[in-house]
Every structure is written in structure tokens, then in C-alpha cells.
């Protein structure tokens, strides 16, 4: 399973309000359409942990994604991923793609 990571500022000008009604009314059918994407979550920062500087994204999405390549070869270069993708990039401040693989895996709450 791969994991991708998307951190991200909003642009200056969108409000939260706005992005988060795109999410629930648009991007996710767009999302829930892709073959290949068996999970996803997009997480909203309230706040840096044991500091009080700022946050370096306002949001964190996560992908758990089974065929990483034929969700890079096909699904991201399907009508439905490009439309989303050029929707999301009028609301995000250059988001950072991160590909990333689990080194431990621990439940430590049962």
C-alpha cells in the first residue's frame, strides 16, 4: 500500500468556508470515483503542538492507494482526476506531493 501525503496552504483570498464546501460538494465524488484510490482524508491544522509558531500547512490530505503505478499511469490522467486537480489548484498555495512508505505500524491503544 502507498501512502500519499499533499500539504498545503490556501490562497490568499479563499476562505476556509469556500474550500471545505468544495471538498464535500465536489471533490469528494471526484475522489470516491477513482479505481485505483482505497482510501482518503483530508485533515484541517488547528494548530503547531508544544510551539506557538505557525503552522506550515492549513491542510493535510492522505491517500492510501494500493497500485501506486496505475494510479500514477491511468487514474491520474483520467477527465475526472485533471478536472479536480485544476479545481484544487485554484484553492491551494503550492501543495507539496509526498509519496511515503510506513517504517513501523503500531497500534499502541487497544
Do not use: C
Not at 32 to 45: E, G, M, P, T
Not at 50 to 72: C, N, R
Not at 104 to 109: A, C, D, E, G, Q
Amino acid at each position: 500500500m502507498a501512502h500519499i501525503f499533499i500539504l498545503y496552504r490556501l490562497k490568499a483570498g479563499v476562505s476556509r468556508e469556500d474550500f471545505e464546501s468544495w471538498l464535500k460538494t465536489r471533490n469528494f465524488a471526484s475522489l470516491r470515483s477513482i479505481k485505483r484510490l482505497d482510501k482518503f482524508a483530508v485533515f484541517r491544522v488547528e494548530k503547531r503542538v508544544m510551539t506557538q509558531e505557525q503552522a506550515s500547512a492549513d491542510y493535510i490530505d492522505l491517500y492510501d492507494i494500493p497500485d501506486i503505478s496505475g494510479f500514477i499511469a491511468e487514474d491520474l490522467r483520467g477527465d475526472i482526476s485533471l478536472k479536480d486537480m485544476e479545481e484544487f489548484a485554484g484553492f491551494a498555495d503550492k501543495p507539496e506531493y509526498l509519496l511515503a512508505t510506513p517504517v513501523t505500524n503500531h497500534r499502541l491503544i487497544s
